[in-house]
């Protein structure tokens, strides 16, 4: 079964310059908060999730 998380909080928007491990957004499931960083160097082109919505494995979250 595929564990579903809600966004509760996007830190980035199009456009914006990120570094490698810098926090992408923030997910919370079973009331554990899990902060999503970038994987590398780059340049946001896309948010797919906002505060709020639900998210399940695999969903993509965000674009460098």
Known sequence: RRQRQMCIRDSVKAGDKVEAGD???IL????MQNEIMAPED???SDV???AGDTVATGDVMVVL
């Open 28 to 31: 919370e499931a079973m009331k």
């Open 42 to 44: 780059g340049t946001v």
């Open 48 to 50: 797919r999730v906002s």
């Open 23 to 25: 926090v992408l957004l």
